[in-house]
């Protein structure tokens, strides 16, 4: 099924913590796919603040399941999405 990324944000928010998968281009142009889930909370090592917000650069910190560490998951380079074992491709 085809979505946007605006659907594809509002069905990983609904996952409420659930398991999905996630295919997109990484900054230096090649292809990661990412299981990742959300509700873990990030702590700082040092205490201090991200020095952004990453909403407005259309990242989604998520916690990535096989590394067991924070990524960002960009939406402006997102392909593919899986949840549930329903297959969402981005358009």
């Known amino acids: 099924m085809n979505i946007t990324t605006d659907k594809a944000k509002e069905l990983i928010r609904e996952t409420n913590g659930q398991i999905f998968s996630s295919t997109f281009i990484k900054k230096d142009n090649t292809i990661r796919t990412l299981t990742a889930r959300l509700g873990k909370k990030y702590k700082s090592k040092t205490g201090k603040a991200a020095p952004y917000k990453?909403?407005?650069?259309?990242?989604?910190?998520?916690?990535d399941m096989r590394i067991k560490a924070f990524r960002m998951l960009n939406f402006n380079t997102l392909l593919t999405l899986t949840i549930n074992k329903n297959n969402y491709k981005i358009i």
């Open 54 to 63: 990453a909403i407005n650069y259309n990242l989604l910190p998520v916690y």
